[in-house]
């Protein structure tokens, strides 16, 4: 039987950063209810030095800092302790531009980890500077995740991308399970429109059929509505799904449709 990810520790140079997700929304009252247990652990605690040094120059020359290994390895010690864990019981990812890209395959094997794996207890690494020494990559990470190719001010946002996507599989997270598979992704394709008061909007009506309160057909023009827009936008997800004759028949009809 799985047991979902329960501990999570984040090393990070600023920890505050992760109000934004235990203060607030879903992410605040999964934390409360204890669906999961954030602990978030500053490298500068562990530098060796009174300035509490945490980087350095590049060896080679070149711009910016770098972050030092030693921080970083008792900051990783540490939050195995944290987690109660022994080393090999975690799974430290390193959140950098370098990583695979995280997408819902990985965000669903990490929220749906076994029992007995790792990937129970997560640390993640939010590097700041240049970058970090690859030797503390080399000894301590076990994977490398990237939101996206751009270069961000630190591995802070994304560590939250992340803690956000999984937080929200955690089962009690939304108050309403239903909307957990209505979400983009679940169903491998884009959300429909959505609409609500009022109901003109200038010369803009919402569409009759959400105002007809037949819940068969709501059903139905919101499925065609997320393959046609599917179609339109990203092509690409469409072509990783199998349709049923019923969304193969739905899309056709939106696509002669656009097509006019
Ligand atoms: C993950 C990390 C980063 C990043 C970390 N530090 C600067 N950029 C960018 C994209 N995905």
Redesign the pocket.
Known sequence: MSRNLRKVAVITLFPEMFRAISDSGITRRALEQGLLELTLINPREFSSDKHQTVDDRPYGGGPGMVMRVGPLALAVEHACERLNVRREQAWVIY???Q?QR?GKAKVDELANADTESCQQNLILV???YE?IDERFIQRYVDEE???????????E??AMVLLDALIRKLPGALGDELSAQQDSFETGLLDCPHYTRPEKVGEDEVPAVLMSGDHKRIELWRLQQSLGRTWLRRPDLLEALALTELEQKLLDEFISQHNG
């Open positions: 959140l950098s531009p990583g995280l939010a590097g700041r970058g995740l990237s939101i996206g190719d751009y270069v961000l001010s630190g591995g946002l994304p």
